[in-house]
């Protein structure tokens, strides 16, 4: 098959284009003929080495959507043929509240979409929701998981509610702002980018304003009225403008810390507005079943920014990490 694969830790140009075996199930297992992958922030940290439990060499990707081209024995319920997506949260455990000890993410280090064919247990893979494109349906799966645990499961967001999505942009903030507006929220975000504001608007936010304003905070808190909930993927000095930014009683649900460390905490701000602080990480199986089900009734679909080839998966990595796109890249993949 035609994959990338990552050798060795360094830039976008580490990932090379090469022919390899094709994957076989073990009993329990599947294999997905891959149509479309999506980008995360995970592959250019993994192929960083900045992200946990790297092992080399492997294929890169967690998001992928095909059609099933070989089950392992032991599987019955999928038929060849069928059109799925891929649940990228391997081996999450029985716990719904936090995932077990074998818990890892499809991609490295196992190898993961970035290729023609991929296999995954037979219980991560679900039935593609008939109204999503193949792009979208690549494009949905670790967003969706992220943006709907950080909203519902950890956030419990409820109708009519102020939500602030700090770093409106990437693929999992643009997922949180249409599940946000599909329940019935008020979302503010923020940009450095008047355009994305403006795109966000056009999505159902109620408004935003531009970061690189010295009086952000001030301007979004006039706006907003403050945030019954604030999902952060950025930490830093941002998290600290979010507790600023919260209504007493009120929710931050944090999931990524992209600008590093929180610093400078001044606890008494916490615990005077009586907030709650919640970590969360992608999602269970329940999680990404419920995702499912909630994008199909309110017809959300992932926004895609570009498309690259397989063999451009380089260049398509160099794309995201400059950060101007709005929603997710993804690569197209060469059927033969």
Not at 103 to 124: E, H, R
Request: hydrophobic share 40%; charged share 20%; aromatic share 8%.
């Amino acid at each position: 098959m035609k994959a990338v694969i990552l050798r060795e830790l360094g830039g976008p140009e580490k990932l090379l284009y090469e022919n390899l075996p094709d994957p076989e199930p073990g009993p329990d297992e599947v294999v997905v003929k891959l149509k479309v992958a999506a980008l995360n922030r995970r592959d250019a940290y993994a192929r960083q080495g900045l992200y946990p439990g790297v092992r080399l060499p492997a294929i890169p990707g967690s998001d992928g959507a095909g059609t099933i081209e070989a089950v392992g024995s032991d599987v019955k319920d999928l038929k060849l043929g069928e059109s799925v997506v891929i649940n990228p949260a391997l081996n999450w455990g029985p716990n719904p509240r936090f995932y077990g000890p074998q818990f890892n993410i499809l991609g490295i280090p196992s190898d993961g979409t970035y290729a023609q064919f991929v296999k995954v247990p037979a219980a991560n893979v679900y039935i593609k929701p008939h109204h999503l494109t193949w792009d979208e349906a690549a494009a949905l799966p670790l967003a969706g998981l992220t943006a709907y645990r950080a909203l519902f499961t950890r956030g419990e967001l409820q109708a009519g509610e102020t939500v602030i999505i700090p770093g409106i942009g990437g693929g999992v903030a643009t997922t949180l702002l249409q599940m946000a507006v599909a329940a019935q929220a008020r979302v503010f975000v923020t940009s450095s980018s008047d355009e994305k504001l403006a795109r966000a608007k056009q999505l159902g936010a109620a408004g935003g304003v531009n970061y690189r304003d010295p009086q952000w905070v001030k301007e979004l808190r006039s706006l907003s009225g403050g945030a019954d909930i604030s999902i952060d993927s950025i930490g830093g000095s941002v998290f600290n403008d979010l507790i600023a930014l919260a209504n007493p009683g009120s929710r931050i649900v944090g999931f990524g810390a992209t600008a590093g460390p929180v610093n400078n905490l001044v606890m008494p701000r916490l615990f005077f507005k009586q907030l709650d602080v919640r970590g969360s990480t992608m999602g269970s199986p329940i999680d990404f079943e419920e995702m499912l089900q909630f994008c199909t009734v309110h017809q959300i679909r992932p926004i895609i920014d570009q498309h690259f080839s397989l063999e451009e998966a380089g260049v398509a990595q160099a794309a995201m990490e400059e950060g101007v796109q709005f929603g997710k890249i993804v690569l197209d993949i060469p059927n033969s």
